[in-house]
T-cell receptor
Framework: GEDVEQSLFLSVREGDSSVINCTYT??????LYWYKQEPGAGLQLLTY?????DMKQDQRLTVLLNKKDKHLSLRIADTQTGDSAIYFC???????????FGTGTRLLVSP | ETGVTQSPTHLIKTRGQQVTLRCSSQSGHNTVSWYQQALGQGPQFIFQYYREEENGRGNFPPRFSGLQFPNYSSELNVNALELDDSALYLC????????????FGQGTRLTVV
C-alpha cells in the first residue's frame, strides 16, 4: 500500500548540515519529491528524483535514494535560519499523478 | 510565487453548511488537484481534474465534489460540513505531461464550528 513516513522533528545550528529522512512502502513509486511548507503558506517544490536515479544535487540540496531499502533523504548544506519550515516527502505511482505525502518533518534552525 | 491563487484565504462555516473554494491555475496548466491538510498532517489527495473531467479520486465521501472550467480554474465544494472538515485546502496545478511538477497555491484555511 501507499505509506510514507518521516521523523517529526529536527533541530540544527545555523551553518550545520541538515539531513531529513523518509521511508516509503510502495516499490512502484516513479518519482519522489521534497516539498517545503512555511507557516501559513502552501507547499513549495524543492526538488524531485526519478526512481531510477540514486542521487540528485541542486545547489545546497542533495537528494539520496536507496531503492532497496525504500529510503529517501534530503541533505541541506550550510543550513540557514530561513530554512526553518516543515519538509514533506512525497511519492507518485505509475499511471497517476496524485502525490502521497508523509506527515512532515519540522526543521528548526537556531542561530 | 507559483501563479496558483486560491480564494478565500480563510473561512469560518457552521456545521451542516455548504462551502465553495476556488482555485486559479498557473497559466497553461490544464490539470488541477485538490488536497486536504489537517493540522499536523501531510496533505491528503481529494481528487484531480483534467480537461473538466474528474481524473481520479482519493478516499473522500461524495459530499466533496469539484468542477473545472474551460479556463482551467477550479472549484471544490463540500456539502453538509462536519467539524473534521476543518483543515487547510490546497490546490495544485500541473501540465499533464509534466505531472512531476505540481505547483501549489497558498491554501484556504477552513474552520467548521
Amino acid at each position: 500500500g501507499e505509506d510514507v513516513e518521516q521523523s517529526l522533528f529536527l533541530s540544527v545550528r545555523e551553518g550545520d548540515s541538515s539531513v531529513i529522512n523518509c521511508t516509503y512502502t510502495d516499490s512502484s513509486s516513479t518519482y519522489l519529491y521534497w516539498y517545503k511548507q512555511e507557516p501559513g503558506a502552501g507547499l513549495q517544490l524543492l526538488t524531485y528524483i526519478f526512481s531510477n536515479m540514486d542521487m540528485k544535487q541542486d545547489q545546497r540540496l542533495t537528494v539520496l535514494l536507496n531503492k532497496k531499502d525504500k529510503h529517501l533523504s534530503l541533505r541541506i548544506a550550510d543550513t540557514q535560519t530561513g530554512d526553518s519550515a516543515i519538509y514533506f516527502c512525497a511519492e507518485t505511482l505509475p499511471g497517476f499523478q496524485k502525490l502521497v505525502f508523509g506527515t512532515g518533518t519540522r526543521l528548526l534552525v537556531s542561530p | 510565487e507559483t501563479g496558483v491563487t486560491q480564494s478565500p484565504t480563510h473561512l469560518i462555516k457552521t456545521r451542516g453548511q455548504q462551502v465553495t473554494l476556488r482555485c486559479s491555475s498557473q497559466s497553461g496548466h490544464n490539470t488541477v488537484s485538490w488536497y486536504q491538510q489537517a493540522l499536523g498532517q501531510g496533505p491528503q489527495f481529494i481528487f484531480q481534474y483534467y480537461r473538466e473531467e474528474e481524473n481520479g479520486r482519493g478516499n473522500f465521501p461524495p459530499r466533496f465534489s469539484g468542477l473545472q472550467f474551460p479556463n482551467y480554474s477550479s472549484e471544490l465544494n463540500v456539502n453538509a460540513l462536519e467539524l473534521d472538515d476543518s483543515a487547510l485546502y490546497l490546490c495544485a496545478s500541473s501540465l499533464p505531461d509534466r505531472g512531476t511538477e505540481a505547483f501549489f497555491g497558498q491554501g484556504t484555511r477552513l474552520t467548521v464550528v
